[in-house]
Every structure is written in structure tokens, then in C-alpha cells.
């Protein structure tokens, strides 16, 4: 669940974000109110990025028609990537429900779902057809209906231990201090789960890792012409490693010292924080590059952002005042509505809804064990609106499909068209929403009103 702290950041030595950093740094420690203030005196004086500047810079961004209502789509668990006629009926469904920007998941577990000159094919595709290409498959669907796509790297640099590609390159591995750079997630153990089940992370810092990444996003970009591509709190360094050979000897050429032994020392965390920075520039220059002259979106998914900055060295908010990302999805994942709408109120949210960029809301649809109802579902996306934002639901199978709930699918889908016309449609704020006639269950009633 996404909780939102005031940012604690120091300033950066990068010199071409360097009054940007500043800026940010003086807004932290302002009051909204006075950062609001402050947000229209530097535009006015000119000083904000061409963003605030100039709206029609934005307008040359692919955007949909109005707010983003979007959602991610996965191959699991979920068997639509591997049925051609399965992708473009859901396709067909989510254009029809209101859906306008559909976010694949292109890249996971150390393997992709086309041919790929950086990584392998993902094996359970590979077994139905290695020519399915479900990535272009979808947004050819999508484009002919005006949705738009953006691709999802979920994965990002994190790697399974067993891949290709760390048997191929260990010096690319990011290392803690006592030399180990195995993780345990998602109910792995380290003392007990196969390689195959655990993680590693690649070195943002090494030119091997960054021209690979770059490819892995630039190739999925020019071979499908889709509308940009989208980054998640996996895009990361995380603060504990650091001490393999090539850091090192690359901080010691750069700074004259060794890393120090404390991970959370702020120089040494600014240093590491810096080398991710660069790397989401050279994967601008090199969108630039493969786009040709379309303009593809930036989109980024991150956690909250003291976590995001202190434990996985993401300065989001750098990103977003410098123009490296164009789009910002914040994840709330709060179950109740109560919850939901205090999160909507934290002060980087707060702060992000000022700088002039599309901001989305990550919603859960459903998942696992987990489905809200579409009373509860109607009351967090009415929320969302109400302030101004657009949508996104993780995921798929969540909105009307294995994970629907006892609702059932075929309400579900009815309820998601009468949600987003009454919400999202021209003139509708969503105060006048209403779920389709049906006779439900008590505990399916829509929620009272918030205290």
C-alpha cells in the first residue's frame, strides 16, 4: 500500500538538474500553500521547466482524449498472452468499458515475449508460438480502437539468479559489502528457493548494463510504434549494494575514496542516486532515438517517496521537475475507501498534482484473494476523479476476469462501462454515479458516505 512522506533529499551536484534539485529542495520545506505560491512566482519569473512554460510542448506527447483510464495487463497468471483471438476480445472489452491506455507487461523474470537480440523469449510463450508477438498483437488491437499502449518494464534491472545474462556477465551484478547480492522476494527463501526463484540486481552504473537496457526498451518501441513505455519501483539501486569491483574502482576514480562501509551514508547514497539519474537521461536520448519524430511518454509507477529515495535511491520528484518522465502513476492500494482517500491527501501527492504533469492513480481491481467490490471500487475511482486524476487498475484478470469476485464477470463489466461513462465521460464529475440495477447482497451496497 502507497504512503506518502515529505521528501528528505539533499541537494544534487549534477550541474544540468542542479537549479532544479534546488528548487525542490526549497519547496520540501514549505507549506503547501506557500509551495503553490512559490510554484506560480518561478513560472511566472520564468524559471520552471519548459513544461510549465509552454503547455503545447506536452500537447506533442501522445495523450489520450481526457483523463487516463488505463490498466495493467500480465501473462501471469493470466493465459491472454498466449491466445491471439483472447487478446483481441479483451481488447475489444476494455475499448468498449471506457478503457483509453492499456499497460503490458513486456519484460519480467529475466525474459521478454518477442524475439529479442538482449534476452531471451519467455519459455511458455515460446512453447505456444515464438511469432505470437503479443506486445504488437495488442497495441495493433489497441490503436485501430484510439486506445493508446505503454509498455510495462516491470522487472527493470532485477534479474532471477539463474538468468542468462548474470552467468553471462557477473561483474554487472550490483554486491552488499560482505559480497553476497542475492534476494529473497515474493515467498522465496534464501536458504531453501532455487536460483531460479531468487533475484539479483544489474549495475545502472556499468555501460554494459545501460546499452542493454536501453535496447531491451528502444527495440519494443520501434518495432511495435507504441505510445512510450512505463518504469516501476524496480527501475532502482537498492541502497544496500554497491561494493563490487566496478563500483568501487568507479568511485574511487571519480571521488578519490572508497565506499564507505556505512550504505546509508548521504554522499555515498547522492553518488549511487546520481548513476541512476543518468541512465533515465541515456534512456531518453535513446527513446529520442528510436521514436524518430514521435514523441514516446515516460511513465513511471514508484513506491512512496521516502521509501523510493532512501531505500531504493529513486529521486522521482527530480525526475518528474527535470522533464525525465512525463507521466506519474502513484499507487494506492488501500483497501478500504477511508483509507484510500487519506492517501490521496499525502503531501508528495499533494505536491505532484502542482507540477504540471498527468497524474494517475494505481487502484487494485482485484488480485489473489483480494477483489473489492464494485461499490467499494465506484467510491475509490470517483475519489480519484474528483481531484483530477485519471485511473489505473492492476489488473486485468481483476476487472471482470478470473480474479472478478462473487460478483461475477459479466456484472462487473457492466458496472466498469456505467463507472467510467458517468465519471470520465464529457462533462461528468462522477457525483451522479450510480451502479447497474441489480438486486445485490447487503455487504455489496454501496459504502456510506466518508466521516
Same mark, same amino acid.
Given at each position: 500500500? *502507497?504512503?506518502?512522506? @515529505? !521528501?528528505? +533529499?539533499?541537494? #544534487?551536484?549534477?550541474?544540468?538538474?542542479?537549479?532544479?534539485?534546488? %528548487? /525542490?529542495?526549497?519547496?520540501?520545506?514549505?507549506?503547501?500553500?506557500?509551495?503553490?505560491?512559490?510554484?506560480?512566482?518561478?513560472?511566472?519569473?520564468?524559471?520552471?521547466?519548459?513544461?510549465?512554460?509552454?503547455?503545447?510542448?506536452?500537447?506533442?506527447?501522445?495523450?489520450?482524449?481526457?483523463?487516463?483510464?488505463?490498466?495493467?495487463?500480465?501473462?501471469?497468471?493470466?493465459?491472454?498472452?498466449?491466445?491471439?483471438?483472447?487478446?483481441?476480445?479483451?481488447?475489444?472489452?476494455?475499448?468498449?468499458?471506457?478503457?483509453?491506455?492499456?499497460?503490458?507487461?513486456?519484460?519480467?523474470?529475466?525474459?521478454?515475449?518477442?524475439?529479442?537480440?538482449? *534476452?531471451?523469449?519467455? @519459455? !511458455?510463450? +515460446?512453447?505456444? #508460438?515464438?511469432?505470437?508477438?503479443?506486445?504488437?498483437?495488442?497495441? %495493433? /488491437?489497441?490503436?485501430?480502437?484510439?486506445?493508446?499502449?505503454?509498455?510495462?518494464?516491470?522487472?527493470?534491472?532485477?534479474?532471477?539468479?539463474?538468468?542468462?545474462?548474470?552467468?553471462?556477465?557477473?561483474?554487472?551484478?550490483?554486491?552488499?559489502?560482505?559480497?553476497?547480492?542475492?534476494?529473497?522476494?515474493?515467498?522465496?527463501?534464501?536458504?531453501?528457493?532455487?536460483?531460479?526463484?531468487?533475484?539479483?540486481?544489474?549495475?545502472?552504473?556499468?555501460?554494459?548494463?545501460?546499452?542493454?537496457?536501453?535496447?531491451?526498451?528502444?527495440?519494443?518501441?520501434?518495432?511495435?510504434?507504441?505510445?512510450?513505455?512505463?518504469?516501476?519501483?524496480?527501475? *532502482?539501486?537498492?541502497?544496500?549494494?554497491?561494493?563490487?569491483?566496478?563500483?568501487?574502482?568507479?568511485?574511487?576514480?571519480?571521488?578519490? %575514496?572508497?565506499?564507505?562501509?556505512?550504505?546509508?551514508?548521504?554522499?555515498?547514497?547522492?553518488?549511487?542516486?546520481?548513476?541512476?539519474?543518468?541512465?533515465?537521461?541515456?534512456?531518453?536520448?535513446?527513446?529520442?532515438?528510436?521514436?524518430?519524430?514521435?514523441?514516446?511518454?515516460?511513465?513511471?509507477?514508484?513506491?512512496?517517496?521516502?521509501?523510493?529515495?532512501?531505500?531504493?535511491?529513486?529521486?522521482?520528484?527530480?525526475?518528474?521537475?527535470?522533464?525525465?518522465?512525463?507521466?506519474?502513476?502513484?499507487?494506492?492500494?488501500?483497501?478500504?475507501?477511508?483509507?484510500?482517500?487519506?492517501?490521496?491527501?499525502?503531501?508528495?501527492?499533494?505536491?505532484?498534482?502542482?507540477?504540471?504533469?498527468?497524474?494517475?492513480?494505481?487502484?487494485?481491481?482485484?488480485?489473489?484473494?483480494?477483489?473489492?467490490?464494485?461499490?467499494?471500487?465506484?467510491?475509490?475511482?470517483?475519489?480519484?476523479?474528483?481531484?483530477?486524476?485519471?485511473?489505473?487498475?492492476?489488473?486485468?484478470?481483476?476487472?471482470?476476469?478470473?480474479?472478478?469476485?462473487?460478483?461475477?464477470?459479466?456484472?462487473?463489466?457492466?458496472?466498469?462501462?456505467?463507472?467510467?461513462?458517468?465519471?470520465?465521460?464529457?462533462?461528468?464529475?462522477?457525483?451522479?454515479?450510480?451502479?447497474?440495477?441489480?438486486?445485490?447482497?447487503?455487504?455489496?451496497?454501496?459504502?456510506?458516505?466518508?466521516?
Amino acid at each position: 500500500m *502507497a504512503r506518502f512522506c @515529505p !521528501a528528505a +533529499a539533499e541537494s #544534487s551536484s549534477m550541474t544540468p538538474l542542479a537549479p532544479l534539485k534546488r %528548487r /525542490a529542495h526549497l519547496k520540501r520545506r514549505l507549506p503547501l500553500s506557500l509551495t503553490l505560491l512559490l510554484t506560480g512566482v518561478l513560472h511566472w519569473a520564468g524559471a520552471l521547466p519548459a513544461r510549465a512554460q509552454a503547455p503545447e510542448r506536452q500537447g506533442r506527447l501522445p495523450q489520450p482524449l481526457g483523463r487516463r483510464v488505463g490498466v495493467w495487463l500480465t501473462n501471469s497468471p493470466s493465459p491472454l498472452y498466449y491466445d491471439p483471438q483472447r487478446i483481441e476480445i479483451a481488447v475489444q472489452q476494455l475499448a468498449e468499458t471506457g478503457f483509453n491506455t492499456l499497460y503490458p507487461n513486456v519484460w519480467s523474470r529475466g525474459a521478454t515475449f518477442h524475439r529479442s537480440r538482449h *534476452a531471451p523469449l519467455e @519459455p !511458455a510463450l +515460446a512453447a505456444v #508460438s515464438a511469432d505470437l508477438d503479443p506486445i504488437c498483437r495488442l497495441t %495493433r /488491437a489497441a490503436h485501430r480502437r484510439g486506445m493508446q499502449v505503454i509498455p510495462w518494464f516491470e522487472y527493470g534491472l532485477m534479474e532471477p539468479a539463474d538468468a542468462e545474462v548474470v552467468r553471462q556477465h557477473p561483474e554487472w551484478v550490483l554486491r552488499r559489502a560482505d559480497g553476497s547480492s542475492l534476494y529473497a522476494l515474493h515467498g522465496a527463501s534464501l536458504q531453501r528457493s532455487p536460483l531460479k526463484d531468487l533475484r539479483v540486481w544489474l549495475n545502472p552504473a556499468h555501460p554494459g548494463v545501460r546499452a542493454r537496457f536501453i535496447g531491451l526498451i528502444s527495440e519494443i518501441v520501434q518495432r511495435c510504434g507504441v505510445d512510450g513505455i512505463q518504469l516501476d519501483d524496480h527501475f *532502482a539501486w537498492p541502497v544496500e549494494l554497491g561494493y563490487d569491483d566496478y563500483t568501487r574502482d568507479l568511485y574511487r576514480s571519480q571521488t578519490g %575514496r572508497e565506499p564507505p562501509s556505512n550504505f546509508t551514508d548521504r554522499a555515498w547514497m547522492r553518488w549511487r542516486r546520481q548513476r541512476l539519474t543518468e541512465l533515465l537521461r541515456e534512456l531518453r536520448g535513446g527513446l529520442k532515438q528510436a521514436a524518430g519524430p514521435r514523441r514516446t511518454v515516460i511513465s513511471l509507477s514508484p513506491g512512496p517517496f521516502r521509501f523510493a529515495y532512501n531505500q531504493w535511491l529513486q529521486d522521482w520528484e527530480l525526475w518528474a521537475l527535470g522533464e525525465l518522465v512525463d507521466d506519474l502513476v502513484i499507487q494506492n492500494y488501500a483497501y478500504s475507501v477511508k483509507g484510500f482517500a487519506k492517501d490521496l491527501n499525502q503531501p508528495a501527492l499533494l505536491k505532484a498534482r502542482s507540477w504540471g504533469m498527468p497524474v494517475e492513480i494505481g487502484v487494485l481491481a482485484g488480485f489473489g484473494g483480494r477483489t473489492p467490490d464494485m461499490a467499494t471500487l465506484s467510491a475509490k475511482v470517483r475519489l480519484a476523479a474528483d481531484q483530477g486524476h485519471g485511473v489505473i487498475y492492476f489488473f486485468w484478470e481483476g476487472l471482470w476476469g478470473q480474479y472478478a469476485g462473487p460478483e461475477g464477470g459479466a456484472y462487473r463489466l457492466q458496472a466498469f462501462q456505467s463507472l467510467h461513462a458517468q465519471t470520465f465521460g464529457p462533462g461528468r464529475s462522477g457525483k451522479s454515479f450510480s451502479l447497474p440495477a441489480r438486486s445485490l447482497p447487503a455487504q455489496l451496497q454501496p459504502p456510506p458516505p466518508l466521516p
